[in-house]
């Protein structure tokens, strides 16, 4: 999680858009030889996650413009969700 804190930006933040965890994720995936997680694989598994605080307004929706300049979907997690939603990885992957 150290990667996670000091790749973002030269400040540690406290949260993470599902755009950068999926960066980092396919990072260590392909250091692996794994295949790539898409986006909208990661959001599924974050709503799949935290279903609840997702009602309950707990955890952000925003919104992005993709490649093609269409509007897409993504969330913001704390880094304990992030490290939550980490934890379905393989074990490489999460030591990473």
């Known amino acids: 999680m150290n990667e996670l804190v000091t790749r973002i930006g030269k400040e540690p933040k406290e949260t993470?858009?599902?755009l950068e965890l999926l960066e980092l994720i396919n990072k260590f995936r392909?250091?692996?030889?794994k295949?790539?997680?898409e986006h909208y694989d990661l959001l599924k598994i974050i709503r799949k996650e935290f279903k609840n605080k997702i009602a309950?307004?707990?955890i952000s929706l925003s919104k992005y413009l993709?490649?093609?300049n269409r509007e897409?979907?993504?969330f913001e997690l704390t880094l304990s969700q992030s490290k939550q939603v980490l934890l379905r990885e393989s074990a490489t992957v999460r030591e990473k």
């Not at 392909?30 to 030889?33: K, Q, S, Y």
């Open 30 to 33: 392909i250091e692996e030889n």
């Open 66 to 68: 993709d490649k093609n």
């Open 56 to 58: 309950q307004g707990k």
């Open 16 to 18: 993470i858009t599902s």
């Open 72 to 74: 897409r979907e993504m």
């Open 35 to 37: 295949s790539k997680l």
